[in-house]
């Protein structure tokens, strides 16, 4: 159970995949139709993609993921 999940606001996101390469769980994939996703079943929450972006798309999204 989580209490927050980050995720990638597509909006923002210029693709580039810095935060890819800063994941140390391999979490953030990137799709068949080049775009970056936090894998939520791998992610463990370190943040290490978020620090990464120079943009901030990643966000951090409150709630109960279970």
Sequence with gaps: ??????VIDQRI???CGSCA???PQA???ET???RFVIDQ?????????????KLRAIVKR?????
């Design 62 to 66: 409150k709630g109960l993921f279970l």
């Design 1 to 6: 159970m989580k209490f927050y999940r980050f």
């Design 41 to 53: 079943d791998h992610c463990d929450g370190c943040g290490a993609c978020r620090d990464a972006c």
């Design 13 to 15: 996101c210029r693709q």
């Design 21 to 23: 390469r800063a994941c």
């Design 27 to 29: 979490a953030v994939k």
């Design 32 to 34: 068949s139709d080049k």
